[in-house]
């Protein structure tokens, strides 16, 4: 069964920065893109980034492009989110997900079926 752990979040001000984490396990890492969702309450999950099996290439919401960067150390099966110049609008909590697929289909943002989320890592960004 696959299982993710999500770290890092935090609360911060505007314009402030953070890395999130995803420690992975229960799959071949290497073999899946990753992705990073948001949900504030209310909402439904948001597609935030999507990045290749191998980390070439990946692909963002745009409303975070620009700002945030995903990137992977495969060997520690583990994903990242780095998260730069926060808005009040990115607050939220960040889940990640393996995508179906080595590289990041055009679907990636919406969220996939999965047996169970990770418990999530909180947001907060403060004006």
């Known amino acids: 069964q696959v299982h993710v752990e999500e770290s890092g979040g935090a609360e911060v001000q505007e314009g402030e920065s953070l890395r999130l984490s995803c420690v992975v396990s229960?799959?071949?890492?290497?073999?899946?893109?990753m992705t990073w969702f948001r949900q504030v309450p209310g909402k439904d999950r948001e597609g935030i980034s999507c990045v290749t099996s191998r980390g070439a290439s990946a692909s963002y919401a745009d409303s975070v492009k620009d700002r945030f960067t995903t990137f992977r150390d495969n060997p520690k099966n583990t994903l990242y989110l780095r998260m730069n110049t926060l808005k009040p609008e990115d607050s939220g909590i960040y889940y990640c997900a393996p995508h179906p697929l080595p590289y990041c289909a055009s679907t990636w943002s919406i969220p996939p079926e999965v047996a169970s989320w990770g418990q999530g890592t909180q947001v907060t960004v403060s004006s």
């Open positions: 229960g799959l071949n890492f290497d073999d899946y893109a």
